[in-house]
């Protein structure tokens, strides 16, 4: 199983409407590294929700539940979309202050890399996260 982190900003996507939804296309990508990130996932893994922009929380753990297939809102582009559906919904928000100050996940790219919305995550700092949410 592999591990991602994606980022939504509420007012664009939220966690509460994914949960009210039951499924969603993670569209929308237009950057190289997070598409191959998109390109990456398999049916089944796990992906942490994050909420940027005035939250910086992670929200909530969503499954892959669609491979990667062309991003329909880019005809004629070579983005990459993905489908989730939500899996749980953490009991504590993790904010980005808690997992800046935990030292289990300073190399995440959440952290080196702040402005990429869809990344990697290794087994053990996915539960590092999840532990915090807890």
Same mark, same amino acid.
């Given at each position: 199983?592999?591990?991602?982190?994606?980022?939504?900003?509420?007012?664009?996507?939220?966690?509460?409407?994914?949960?009210?939804?039951? @499924?969603?296309?993670? %569209?929308?990508?237009?950057?190289?590294?997070?598409?191959?990130? !998109?390109?990456?996932?398999?049916?089944?893994?796990?992906? /942490?929700?994050?909420?940027?922009?005035?939250?910086?929380?992670?929200?909530? &753990?969503?499954?892959?539940?669609?491979?990667?297939?062309?991003?329909?809102?880019?005809?004629?582009?070579?983005?990459?979309?993905?489908? /989730?559906?939500?899996?749980?919904?953490? @009991?504590?928000?993790?904010?980005?202050?808690? &997992?800046?100050? %935990?030292?289990? !996940?300073?190399?995440?790219? /959440?952290?080196?890399?702040?402005? !990429?919305?869809?990344?990697? !995550?290794?087994?053990?700092?996915?539960?590092?996260?999840?532990?915090?949410?807890?």
């Amino acid at each position: 199983m592999n591990y991602f982190l994606a980022k939504s900003e509420p007012q664009t996507y939220s966690w509460e409407r994914f949960l009210k939804e039951k @499924k969603c296309s993670w %569209d929308g990508v237009r950057n190289y590294s997070a598409r191959n990130t !998109l390109r990456a996932m398999q049916e089944g893994d796990l992906m /942490l929700f994050y909420h940027s922009g005035e939250d910086k929380c992670v929200k909530g &753990i969503a499954k892959v539940k669609k491979t990667a297939y062309p991003d329909p809102t880019a005809p004629g582009e070579d983005w990459s979309a993905v489908d /989730l559906v939500p899996v749980a919904t953490l @009991k504590n928000a993790v904010p980005l202050s808690a &997992i800046r100050a %935990d030292e289990r !996940l300073t190399q995440i790219m /959440l952290v080196r890399q702040g402005r !990429l919305s869809v990344m990697s !995550l290794k087994p053990e700092e996915f539960d590092a996260i999840v532990e915090l949410g807890s």
